[in-house]
């Protein structure tokens, strides 16, 4: 079935509204992360600078997913199309635009955000020194995540280099396991329109596989600590979405090279995947990002107000004690959200932090229901 001008045009205009989305999520979540963090400073948390200490590498993965995004949008026929924006190009300029997409988002941007992931799946199952509230642990996961993502970008590169010659050596290769773009006619006008090799795709395919199976390993261990039921429940649905979202784009892609790009399959396939991996991404977003720093910022609130009516009870300690000429020295109530991190600062062990690190909810909820029963 041919691919119609109002097909390319509602999958092309999707896809850009899709993308717009996530960027307005991400930009909130990286305005409540410089809150949260900022706060945490001005106002003297100690006890919430464990959970704000990855925010860097938290607003990292944000900016990998809008990265993607955009990457998605130089993709689309929608924009090849007479009177678009990349139709002014000529057609080496679009296949060239076409090569730099696939090493661009399946060399670089999709395994740097699923390597972001896991360091931040790791990081309450470190040590507490050397993990999340090291000052240098931002930057050596943000080098670790480029480094790791290096080798993938540099093969995926080299794949698009050889591929042409490749096909030329070997003539029994079918063609879609190294094109990158096809040219098409469009009303006397020649357009060139991005594919997806499947060299390419299997390559991005076996990087999935291992992901995959790490995550569940990684799950495993966290699941091992984790005792609040709603904190289980975010973990089985981060883990099990990762999983199950990114080797189903791989497969998505790999069915692609079965029809061509300016067919109708070849599209629903490709925004099949796109609209994949954007929910993965934004279920990562939500579980690792939004809920932790909300969760943070409600706990700072709660703390903040016991520290005002510890203040007051002191004072009104200190004033009984001077019309009484005594010297007291009464002990702080540390109820409600502090009591969260007692067990923290007393053992440091890693597998406290892994209650901890994806939620604050359970704590923060248990101590808002103590105050109502009292």
């Given at each position: 079935?041919?691919?119609?001008?109002?097909?390319?045009?509602?999958?092309?205009?999707?896809?850009?509204?899709?993308?717009?989305?996530?960027?307005?999520l991400g930009l909130v979540c990286i305005g409540y992360s410089f809150y949260l963090h900022s706060r945490v400073l001005r106002q003297g948390f100690i006890q919430l600078s464990y959970f704000t200490g990855p925010?860097?590498?938290?607003?990292?993965?944000?900016?990998?997913?809008?990265?993607?995004?955009?990457?998605?949008?130089?993709?689309?026929?929608f924009l090849r199309r007479q009177g678009r924006v990349l139709n002014a190009l000529n057609l080496k300029w679009q296949e060239n635009i076409c090569k730099c997409y696939i090493v661009s988002n399946l060399g670089f941007a999709e395994p740097c955000l699923f390597l972001t992931l896991v360091f931040l799946l790791r990081a309450p199952l470190q040590n507490i020194d050397t993990g999340i509230l090291s000052r240098k642990w931002n930057g050596k996961t943000a080098g670790y995540v480029l480094l790791y993502c290096f080798p993938l970008s540099v093969l995926q590169l080299i794949l698009i280099l050889i591929?042409?010659?490749?096909?030329?050596?070997?003539?029994?290769?079918?063609?879609?396991?190294?094109?990158?773009?096809?040219?098409v006619m469009e009303n006397s006008d020649s357009i060139a329109l991005c594919t997806y090799p499947l060299l390419n795709t299997?390559?991005?395919?076996?990087?999935?596989?291992?992901?995959?199976?790490?995550?569940?390993?990684?799950?495993?261990?966290?699941?091992?600590?984790?005792?609040?039921?709603?904190?289980?429940?975010?973990?089985?649905?981060?883990?099990?979405?990762?999983?199950?979202?990114?080797p189903l784009r791989v497969l998505l892609l790999g069915l692609s090279v079965l029809s061509k790009p300016e067919q109708f399959v070849f599209?629903?396939?490709?925004?099949?995947?796109?609209?994949?991996?954007?929910?993965c991404v934004g279920v990562c977003i939500c579980m690792l990002i939004c809920c932790p720093v909300v969760d943070c910022i409600a706990l700072g609130n709660l703390l903040d107000v016991e520290g005002r009516s510890d203040d007051q009870n002191d004072a009104a300690v200190s004033l009984?004690?001077?019309?009484?000429?005594?010297?007291?020295?009464?002990?702080?109530?540390?109820?409600?959200?502090?009591?969260?991190?007692?067990?923290?600062?007393?053992?440091?062990?890693?597998?406290?932090?892994?209650?901890v690190e994806l939620s604050l909810t359970s704590s923060f909820m248990d101590s808002k229901s103590k105050q109502e029963t009292e």
């Open positions: 079935m041919p691919l119609t001008r109002y097909s390319a045009e509602t999958f092309g205009v999707l896809t850009i509204c899709l993308v717009a989305l996530l960027i307005l925010w860097i590498i938290r607003i990292t993965f944000i900016l990998f997913a809008i990265w993607w995004g955009f990457g998605e949008i130089t993709r689309l026929n591929g042409p010659d490749l096909h030329k050596e070997r003539r029994e290769l079918p063609p879609y396991f190294t094109r990158t773009a096809t040219r299997i390559l991005l395919g076996v990087f999935a596989t291992v992901m995959s199976v790490y995550l569940f390993w990684l799950g495993r261990r966290i699941l091992n600590l984790v005792i609040n039921k709603g904190l289980q429940k975010r973990v089985y649905t981060l883990i099990l979405s990762v999983s199950s979202f990114l599209e629903v396939l490709a925004f099949s995947a796109f609209v994949v991996l954007l929910c009984i004690g001077n019309q009484n000429h005594l010297v007291s020295s009464p002990e702080r109530n540390s109820r409600n959200g502090s009591i969260s991190f007692r067990t923290f600062e007393k053992d440091g062990t890693a597998a406290t932090g892994a209650l």
